[in-house]
């Protein structure tokens, strides 16, 4: 089915139950920051809450890097570059993120986070990042709905492990043996 309208022209507000189209127009047309509207020459308190607010916010931003992105692209030189930076950029963060992995701190959140510069670019990263926060939104559900002692046990087995490769790290990367430390510690003191 093909519709009829082209998407540079405006579609029609909805329109809810008990409420004017010129109304839902005011609705759909309100910016963030407008506190004041007028209509029929009176003036009425427009409010919206901080949610709404950002949101809006934050589509327009998305908006205006897509054109941006759209601009560069439409050149076949800037399309060239834009592609060269992004991989470039998302090899550097994901190469960061890989070493930190071992180590305490954000390694698997940078890999990410690389994934997701590779994903303006790259269809491969978009369905790769897709599927990883899908998996981890249904392990955290999955979690959230268990009983606290599985939570704890979780938990539990989580530090043991990040402690097991800390101290791999720590033994093999810089010859510190902590475990041995602590107990010749424990022994001369």
Request: cysteine-free; overall charge positive.
């Amino acid at each position: 089915m093909v519709s009829k309208l082209s998407s540079a022209e405006p579609r029609a507000p909805k329109v809810q139950p008990g409420e004017t189209v010129e109304s839902a127009t005011d609705r759909e047309t309100l910016m963030p920051g407008d506190e004041k509207r007028s209509r029929n020459g009176a003036e009425t308190d427009v409010k919206r809450d901080s949610a709404t607010t950002s949101v809006i916010a934050r589509k327009r931003k998305r908006g205006k890097l897509r054109t941006a992105l759209d601009l560069i692209r439409a050149n076949p030189t800037g399309r060239v570059a834009l592609r060269i930076f992004i991989s470039v950029a998302g090899a550097l963060v994901v190469a960061v993120g890989v070493v930190l992995i071992p180590l305490p701190g954000p390694g698997w959140l940078l890999v990410i986070a690389g994934l997701a510069i590779w994903g303006v670019e790259f269809h491969w990263a978009k369905r790769l990042l897709g599927f990883t926060r899908r998996n981890v939104q249904r392990w955290t559900r999955w979690i959230g709905a268990q009983i606290w002692p599985v939570r704890l046990a979780v938990g539990a087995v989580g530090l043991v492990f990040v402690s097991f490769v800390v101290w791999l790290s720590l033994k093999y990367s810089f010859g510190i043996d902590v475990i041995a430390e602590a107990l010749h510690y424990i022994a001369t003191h």
